[in-house]
């Protein structure tokens, strides 16, 4: 195996794509041989594009991880265009919208919300690339939570809540799944810097950056070996598993 074909001939799918970190993983999968499903709600012309532009392959599925009906025929999108799923990435969440709010005045609405993109939505996922899977008798599945799930995070609780259950949820899963040989693993990230997060409060932004031992600010491409160390054969063996990427803030 070299270098620069981990995924040869596979096909993954990265939810949350079009953009941000989704987008830097879509990238990196398909620059290691890999035919990505680049699934978003919103249009993901650039990712696409720009994985065009590099010699690499992907195929466009519109989806709203929330919903099962939309989430099944993200699957059948990918099964269609080769004919298996060898990989998954969690990517997609609620949190453009979030805003830090303490947590006896948090909206009930927006909770609920929260929970049904970032936990149900993993759920619906996974369950819909299982057969296939199955089938194959292999497969990585690779949940994004975030750092704040292992140190807490005050005005975020829905937000904390959420990838804390992605976390739980990925443990359970792992035991589950390893009979049919695949495996589940997580990354947490540390505050990364996206169109998605620029604009929380500086003072927050910076709380993150005084804490790493590397003392810079985290990009999306700083996410993207890791994931790819996971959906490879480089961790045929490496299950239930929380890697925290964020610059060495949290340590084990």
């Known amino acids: 195996m070299n270098a620069h074909d981990l995924l040869t001939d596979q096909t993954i799918i990265v939810t949350g794509a079009a953009t941000g970190i989704g987008q830097a993983f879509a990238l990196g ?8 499903v680049v699934a978003d709600m919103h249009a993901a012309d650039e990712t696409l594009d720009l994985i065009a532009q590099a010699g690499g392959r992907a195929t466009y599925a519109r989806v709203d991880v929330s919903d099962e009906a939309s989430v099944w025929a993200m699957a059948e999108t990918a099964l269609q265009a ?7 990435v969690n990517n997609a969440a609620y949190f453009r919208e979030v805003k830090l709010t303490p947590f006896e005045e948090l909206d009930p ?8 993109v970032n936990v149900k939505g993993v759920w619906l996922c996974c369950k819909a690339v299982m057969p296939a899977m199955r089938t194959r ?13 292992v ?3 005050p005005g975020y609780l829905h937000y904390v809540a959420t990838k ?3 976390l739980a949820m990925t443990k359970g899963l792992a035991k589950e799944c390893g ?3 695949v495996r589940v693993n997580v990354i947490a990230p540390g505050f990364v810097i996206t169109d998605a997060t620029k604009n929380r409060p500086i003072e927050w932004q910076q709380s993150f950056l005084k804490a790493r031992a590397l003392s810079r600010e985290q990009r999306p491409t700083d996410l993207v070996g890791t994931a790819l160390y996971l959906l490879s054969d480089l961790a045929g063996f490496v299950s239930g598993q ?3 990427v964020d610059g060495g803030h949290i340590m084990y």
Not at 82 to 88: A, H, K, P, V, W
Not at 109 to 116: G, H, L, P, Y
Not at 140 to 148: E, L, P, R, T
């Open 82 to 88: 080769t004919g298996r799923i060898d990989g998954l």
């Open 29 to 36: 999968a398909a620059a290691q041989g890999a035919h990505v």
């Open 179 to 181: 009979k049919d040989g």
């Open 137 to 149: 008798g292999c497969g990585s599945i690779v949940n994004i939570a975030s750092v704040v799930a």
């Open 109 to 116: 609405a927006q909770w609920d919300r929260i929970f049904q």
């Open 242 to 244: 929380t890697i925290v």
């Open 151 to 153: 140190a807490g995070q």
């Open 164 to 166: 804390g259950a992605v």
